[in-house]
């Protein structure tokens, strides 16, 4: 018997994530592993050693995991985007559905489009959802970006709450930008480096 | 001509001030007059530009100069030929630092007027100093392996006697996260498109120490980047976008529409910054901190055949660095794949012109370090670098 393929879903959108493992589980695929968090994503990535990547288009992580991918032994194994640049009508049907996929060289092609069809089959399903849903979403993720923000910089700078928030506030205002924007990219940035 | 004689482009971007081009000829009826309809998709990194160009969403994408060259010699993912059919412009990046890193380099020697040279050599006498104390490597960032902004600080380095690869790290980060990245002492230092020095300069939170002009003078940054499919199937509306982008060019280089192309450039559909952020570049005039000096910079030249006319010098050029650096081993049947990639041909058709009458001074003799590029001989020009992977 083959053995489980280890599958990678890195999706800071929890709802669409889970609704792509839910169906990779009913495929019968058990180890499907998600990534939220983007903190600490590359040494994540060297500890799980997955089969296969599947990775939202919108994460701006993706010119830095595909560098990681050339250049950083933390990798072990070689990694390609999608699994046979021949199969064109996948690999745009992936791009069009907002979703892209990276597999360890050498994996059979049977063994790797079913993932890929249902990785984009749930991202379209996702894409239906009523947009009621995702503000609500929203407005729950901003506060919640903000206080992770703020745990950065008490975290890096040793200040107190208060002040990491001051912080924020006089970035944001002096660059002429929302709260949120700049804890945004200060979370996002956090992430990509701190590996 | 009537409304069905009008066809439609699809032209990804990254907010970038080099996307201007595209902007303003979408925005300001430059496509329009060329009976062109072109709509702008912004996106969130150069691997979704690359692919939705393979895949055929977008029909041509501001891209980085090296990407056309990557994806026909097939050494990224998704590869399809492609070719730079023009460039969006000359200049473009500089490297700052954080203001930390600049009162360590101050206090070595540092040229404040960004002279690469001497402001090189501070960091070099700097990132062996920090290496003797056992303190760890500077850290720096750019925005893609395959760009202008990465061979571009590692030529720097490199010509100071810094390892690249081995005396300092290089991390890859999208251009809008830099500013905060430094802020936050998550790297030292980084090498991209204005206007996301100049935001670091105004917030009081980094200082440019050089920039790309003075490292490889009057050299391409972005190019309109078209799959070979695309341009063969559609010459005619191939050559009407670059009319309409070369008429875009005239009217950003004109003084008087500067305050203008800053608001139009700001706005929240591409940069989404201040107009204040993209003037500095604009005007060729960076302010290296924030209480200066302020230095003549061609960070952003337009219009004029030498600023958009396809090179294969400068092909050759970006070649010869991914050979150095180990993006590829040197392959002579690579060579006439990379002239033609940036052959001046789709140009020259376009404006009804002879390719002779395009070609500029050597583009070779223009680095900072004056080690002179021998287009004729790229394996010997990589190998006579002391410093390469």
């Known amino acids: 018997m083959t053995p489980a393929l280890s599958i990678l879903v890195i999706d800071d959108n929890q709802i669409r994530a889970?609704?792509?493992?839910?169906?990779?589980?009913?495929a019968g695929h058990f180890r499907v592993i998600l990534v939220h968090e983007m903190d600490g994503l590359v040494r994540r990535i060297a500890e799980i050693d997955p089969d296969v990547?599947?990775?939202?288009?919108?994460?701006?992580?993706?010119?830095?995991?595909?560098?990681?991918?050339?250049?950083?032994?933390?990798?072990?194994?070689?990694?390609?985007?999608?699994?046979?640049?021949?199969?064109?009508?996948?690999?745009?049907?992936?791009?069009?559905?907002?979703?892209?996929?990276?597999?360890?060289?050498?994996?059979?092609?049977?063994?790797?489009?079913?993932?890929?069809?249902?990785?984009?089959?749930?991202?379209?399903?996702?894409?239906?959802?009523?947009?009621?849903?995702?503000?609500?979403?929203?407005?729950l993720a901003e506060r919640k970006t903000i206080d992770r923000a703020k745990g950065i910089l008490m975290k890096t700078r040793g200040i107190s709450e208060d002040e990491a928030y001051r912080l924020l506030r006089k970035t944001a205002m002096n660059q002429s930008r929302k709260i949120i924007e700049v804890a945004q990219s200060l979370v996002i940035a956090s992430g990509l480096l701190g590996d | 001509m009537g409304q069905g004689s009008i066809d439609s482009v699809v032209a990804g971007f990254i907010p970038l001030l080099d996307s201007a081009l595209l902007v303003v000829a979408a925005t300001r009826g430059f496509a329009e007059d060329q009976n062109i309809d072109l709509r702008l998709i912004r996106e969130?990194?150069?691997?979704?530009?690359?692919?939705?160009?393979?895949?055929?969403?977008?029909?041509?994408?501001?891209?980085?100069?090296?990407?056309?060259?990557?994806?026909?010699?097939?050494?990224?993912?998704?590869?399809?030929?492609?070719?730079?059919?023009?460039?969006?412009?000359?200049?473009?990046?500089?490297?700052?630092?954080?203001?930390?890193l600049w009162a360590d380099m101050q206090a070595e020697g540092a040229d404040e007027a960004g002279e690469p040279g001497a402001t090189g050599l501070a960091l070099a006498r700097l990132v062996r100093k920090r290496a003797d104390a056992g303190r760890p490597p500077l850290r720096f960032g750019v925005v893609h392996p395959f760009s202008g902004h990465a061979y571009e600080l590692r030529y720097w380095l490199a010509g100071v006697g810094i390892h690249p690869d081995r005396d300092v790290e290089i991390s890859i980060l999208p251009p809008p996260l830099?500013?905060?990245?430094?802020?936050?002492?998550?790297?030292?230092?980084?090498?991209?498109?204005?206007?996301w020095n100049t935001l670091s300069v105004i917030g009081g939170r980094g200082r440019i120490v050089t920039f790309k002009e003075a490292i490889w003078r009057a050299s391409p940054e972005k190019v309109l980047g078209v799959t070979d499919s695309w341009a063969e199937r559609n010459p005619d509306v191939l050559h009407r976008l670059i009319r309409a982008l070369m008429q875009a060019a005239d009217w950003c280089a004109d003084p008087a529409n500067l305050e203008d192309l800053a608001g139009?450039?700001?706005?929240?559909?591409?940069?989404?910054?201040?107009?204040?952020?993209?003037?500095?570049?604009?005007?060729?005039?960076?302010?290296?901190?924030?209480?200066?000096?302020?230095?003549?910079?061609?960070?952003?030249?337009?219009?004029?055949?030498?600023?958009?006319?396809?090179?294969?010098?400068?092909?050759?050029?970006?070649?010869?660095?991914?050979?150095?650096?180990?993006?590829?081993?040197?392959?002579?049947?690579?060579?006439?794949?990379?002239?033609?990639?940036?052959?001046?041909?789709?140009?020259?058709?376009?404006?009804?012109?002879?390719?002779?009458?395009?070609?500029?001074?050597?583009?070779?003799?223009?680095?900072?370090?004056?080690?002179p590029f021998d287009e004729a001989h790229v394996q010997d020009y990589v190998n006579g670098f002391a410093i390469r992977s």
């Open chain 1, 18 to 26: 889970s609704i792509i493992e839910q169906g990779l589980r009913d």
């Open chain 1, 53 to 139: 990547i599947v990775i939202d288009l919108e994460n701006p992580n993706r010119d830095r995991l595909e560098h990681m991918f050339q250049v950083t032994r933390a990798v072990q194994r070689p990694i390609a985007m999608f699994v046979d640049q021949s199969d064109a009508g996948s690999i745009e049907a992936a791009v069009e559905a907002g979703v892209s996929a990276y597999v360890v060289d050498g994996l059979k092609k049977e063994r790797v489009k079913p993932i890929l069809d249902m990785a984009i089959s749930r991202f379209r399903a996702y894409s239906r959802l009523t947009a009621e849903l995702e503000e609500a979403r929203n407005e």
């Open chain 2, 44 to 100: 969130t990194s150069w691997a979704n530009i690359r692919d939705r160009i393979a895949v055929g969403h977008f029909d041509v994408a501001h891209m980085l100069g090296p990407m056309p060259i990557a994806a026909s010699l097939k050494i990224t993912t998704l590869a399809v030929p492609m070719k730079a059919a023009m460039f969006l412009g000359l200049g473009g990046n500089a490297i700052t630092v954080s203001s930390a």
């Open chain 2, 178 to 195: 830099m500013p905060d990245a430094l802020t936050m002492h998550q790297i030292d230092g980084y090498c991209v498109g204005e206007p």
């Open chain 2, 264 to 371: 139009l450039l700001a706005g929240p559909e591409f940069l989404d910054c201040t107009p204040a952020a993209c003037l500095p570049a604009l005007r060729g005039r960076l302010s290296l901190g924030r209480e200066g000096p302020e230095v003549e910079a061609d960070v952003f030249r337009v219009s004029g055949h030498e600023a958009h006319c396809p090179d294969p010098r400068h092909g050759l050029w970006f070649y010869s660095q991914m050979v150095r650096w180990g993006q590829t081993g040197f392959v002579p049947a690579h060579l006439p794949l990379v002239r033609a990639i940036y052959s001046p041909d789709i140009y020259a058709a376009a404006l009804g012109i002879a390719p002779p009458a395009l070609r500029s001074a050597d583009p070779g003799s223009r680095f900072f370090d004056g080690v």
